[in-house]
């Protein structure tokens, strides 16, 4: 198939991109130097020269304490950029997935969501990926959105790489307790959009490593998987906090907790434990800085 992948040199767009061609796909990834997604006329220009089969649409803007005070950018990018792809995508023909997130739901219910649970976002970050998901589900007559959470990989910065730092640096680390969800190893959630893309069972699906963990047990996992199976010298001694303890300019989703159901009943393979997906990334990392 030819591939079209915005945010080609993000955490995700990285791995879709590596994913992708290594599954002998045509693959076209652009970055935000080479592609304007708020650029309608650029958009629709580079998706018509390409004409690809499939769109990955990556690129956002993902700055989430940023985006309560730099309202217009996440807009702009999030929702008027997704508008632009869904309408190149509609015009050649191509199946359109939209990465979107857990900050679509106010992160207060006791379960977890739903693929078609009501959307709540708390946060400007939240609300213009909801935007976003909105327009290509107007836009777009082949869609797959596909909500993740807790993403981390290889390139770029991201909890995982943080922990590991301050896990070796500081004495003590304290980590918040009081919010759970899923972290999502990049490189599952690219070969999950591979599947989907070779397919027209459209929709709106959940997408992260299954299980659930806090900010705190996830780091515990980090620190203990690093000391165990790569000998890494952790000095923080961890200490489990509440949100409260660290106020941050946009509210965190207590619950982001997403449901499989879509991935399920539409026959496919659920993602790998997040706990196996973290230690395929720790052995990908470290076999790197060797």
């Known amino acids: 198939m030819k591939v079209l992948v915005t945010g080609a040199s993000g955490q995700l767009g990285k791995d ?15 970055d935000r130097e080479q592609l304007d997604i708020t650029d309608l ?3 629709v ?7 690809p089969d499939a769109i990955i649409h990556c690129a956002a803007y993902t700055a989430v304490d940023a985006a309560e005070s730099d309202i217009d950018t996440a807009y702009q990018v999030n929702a008027s950029g997704t508008r632009n792809m869904a ?3 509609e015009k050649t023909g191509a199946k ?10 106010d992160g207060t219910a006791e379960q977890p969501y739903h693929e078609y649970d009501n959307t709540n976002p708390q946060s400007i970050y ?17 869609y797959f959105i596909v909500r993740t959470s807790w993403v981390y990989g290889l390139h770029g910065n991201n909890f995982v790489k943080t922990m590991l730092k301050l896990g070796q640096e500081k004495p003590q680390l304290q980590v918040v307790n009081d919010q759970k969800g899923s972290p999502t190893y990049t490189v599952d959630l690219a070969r999950f959009l591979a599947k989907l893309i070779q397919t ?18 996830f780091t515990q996992a980090i620190l203990q998987d690093a000391a165990e199976l790569y000998a890494v010298k952790v000095t923080a001694n961890l200490e489990p906090c509440s949100t409260e303890q660290f106020p941050r300019p946009a509210a965190r989703p207590r619950n982001s907790v997403m449901e499989h159901i879509a991935i399920r009943t539409n026959g496919f393979h659920d993602l790998q434990d997040w706990r196996k997906g973290l230690r395929e990334f720790l052995q990908e990392y470290f076999n790197k800085s060797e």
Request: proline share 0%.
């Open 16 to 30: 879709v991109v590596n994913v992708f061609q290594g599954q002998g796909h045509d693959v076209l990834g652009y």
């Open 41 to 43: 006329g650029q958009v």
């Open 45 to 51: 220009k580079i998706v018509g020269q390409y004409q």
């Open 87 to 89: 309408l190149a995508a």
């Open 96 to 105: 359109l997935v939209y990465i979107s997130t857990d900050y679509v739901f």
């Open 126 to 142: 939240g609300k213009s990926k909801r935007a976003g998901e909105i327009l290509a589900q107007t836009l777009s007559s082949r």
């Open 200 to 217: 027209e069972k459209y929709g709106v699906y959940h997408a992260s490593n299954s299980g659930s963990c806090t900010w705190y047990e």
